[in-house]
């Protein structure tokens, strides 16, 4: 009987021990709530790489290197000569110092179907010869040549180009025949040119069916030289001394009194063009270009009682070749070689060699 009093109890105790034990705390509520403070500012930020000045700027510089292609060549040449008197006296020698310096810049831009050809060139030679100095090469020529790309051959466009010396030339007689810009030669086309497509064979062939050749004399000095060896008088008296058909007589670069300082024909023109560079150290241009005149004194052809004159007029043929060998960077040799014949200057043909060895230094941005 005790025993069956003490396990009641001891069943008791273990049932009330349970209850607490199974109380959930899923519905317990919280005396405080937590709260969490963010003090880190946030600001955002735009990052955009393609739209920078820097990029701009670089991706202008890329697009302009790709469509300009730039050349910048200059170089100075030239000998010296001396004996001492007692070869002077037995051989006739004479000492000479000469000089020649040379410069050539060529630009050519492409966009598209659009090109344009830019060049530059100037040559320009002194020689001292018994302490007298002489004029031993003189020249500076101009060209530019835009185009329209009708093929892959052949393009659409126009050449202008336009030709003078530096300084003052004499004659043998030590009489001034030429200054800046008398005489100058003005050269304007429109047509066609071909292209060859093989890097090997660089030529340009250019046909003009029209072209314009013009010839400036603006020195007054220079005209009355050449009228007064022509005719025996002062140019300012010619008015009342020549007569009419005198007055349409040539004296000068083929122009006449009539003209004045300037003289026009129109008419067709070829040019050829080759440049190529063989290695690093030889190069070959060549320039070959002729126009042949069909309308003659363009400028006089005004009035009401005057018409074109189509008078047959003899080509002018201007046929250049420079070699170049370049033995080190900044030492090369220079061959040049011109033929010229022009029947308004000089009846006969005209040509010039030129041998030079001496500094050059060439630029290119590519």
Not at 89 to 98: K, L
Not at 116 to 132: C, P, S
Not at 308 to 334: C, G, M
């Amino acid at each position: 009987m005790k025993k069956f009093y003490a396990l009641t109890i001891f069943a008791a105790i273990f049932s009330v021990a349970s209850s607490f034990a199974q109380v959930s705390v899923t519905g317990a509520t919280p005396k405080t709530e937590a709260t969490f403070t963010d003090k880190v500012k946030t600001e955002q930020v735009k990052v955009d790489y393609h739209s920078s000045d820097a990029q701009k700027r670089a991706e202008r510089a890329a697009i302009r290197k790709e469509r300009n292609t730039i050349e910048v060549n200059a170089g100075i040449t030239g000998s010296l000569t001396n004996f001492n008197s007692k070869w002077q006296n037995v051989n006739g020698s004479t000492n000479s110092i000469t000089g020649i310096a040379n410069f050539l810049f060529t630009h050519n831009y492409k966009k598209g179907v659009f090109t344009i050809d830019n060049k530059v060139t100037g040559k320009l030679g002194v020689t001292n010869k018994a302490k007298e100095w002489t004029k031993s090469q003189d020249e500076w020529f101009i060209s530019t040549a835009p185009a329209y790309k009708m093929s892959d051959q052949w393009n659409f466009g126009a050449i202008g180009s336009l030709r003078s010396q530096f300084a003052n030339g004499v004659n043998g007689s030590n009489q001034r025949i030429s200054r800046f810009f008398a005489p100058a030669y003005l050269n304007l086309s429109l047509g066609f040119t071909y292209v060859c497509p093989k890097p090997k064979f660089p030529v340009k062939v250019n046909v003009s069916p029209i072209s314009l050749s013009a010839t400036y004399v603006t020195s007054q000095s220079v005209k009355n030289q050449f009228f007064f060896d022509k005719f025996g008088i002062e140019f300012s008296q010619a008015e009342q001394q020549l007569t009419e058909e005198q007055k349409k007589t040539p004296y000068a670069y083929g122009l006449t009194y009539a003209n004045g300082s300037s003289r026009y024909e129109g008419g067709s023109s070829v040019q050829v063009d080759f440049d190529r560079t063989f290695g690093k150290m030889f190069r070959y241009r060549t320039t070959f270009y002729s126009f042949y005149g069909w309308i003659n004194e363009i400028s006089q052809q005004t009035g009401e009682n005057k018409k074109l004159n189509l008078e047959h007029i003899a080509p002018n043929v201007r046929w250049e070749h420079t070699i170049d060998i370049k033995a080190t960077k900044y030492f090369s040799t220079q061959f040049y070689f011109q033929m010229y014949y022009n029947k308004a200057q000089c009846r006969s043909l005209q040509t010039q060699i030129v041998l030079g060895v001496g500094l050059s230094y060439t630029f290119k941005n590519k």
